[in-house]
Nanobody
Framework: QVQLEESGGGLVQAGDSLRLSCTSS????????MGWFRQAPGEKREFVAG????????RYGNSVKGRFTISRDNTKNTVYLQMNSLRPEDTAVYFC??????????????????WGQGTQVTVSS
């Protein structure tokens, strides 16, 4: 059974940076595409970033392009989300998601079949 554990969330001020981590256990990681999504109170879950299985292709939501970077370390079964220039509107619970073998950098939730429990990111103005 796959387990995804996010970490790195917290309370920061606008303009600060945070790095989220998501470690996968239980099944093969190195050939699986991964993604980050977020959900603010009262809002639908939103795509943030995706990375293909090899790390060679990434994709970002429009609201985070140029500020966030997704990366992966297959030797550590971990995917990262580096978040710079944080804004109050980035406040949300951030979820890590696991895709499928040899998957691409996907933005659609249907491309992912396992989800972490989420980590809270709060950005104060």
């Amino acid at each position: 059974q796959v387990q995804l554990e996010e970490s790195g969330g917290g309370l920061v001020q606008a303009g600060d940076s945070l790095r989220l981590s998501c470690t996968s256990s239980g099944r093969t990681f190195s050939n699986i595409n991964m993604g980050w999504f977020r959900q603010a109170p009262g809002e639908k879950r939103e795509f943030v970033a995706g990375i293909n299985w090899s790390g060679g292709t990434t994709r970002y939501g429009n609201s985070v392009k140029g500020r966030f970077t997704i990366s992966r370390d297959n030797t550590k079964n971990t995917v990262y989300l580096q978040m710079n220039s944080l804004r109050p509107e980035d406040t949300a619970v951030y979820f890590c998601a696991r895709g499928k073998p040899y998957g691409g950098a996907r933005y659609d939730e249907g491309a992912y079949d396992s989800w972490g429990q989420g980590t809270q990111v709060t950005v104060s103005s």
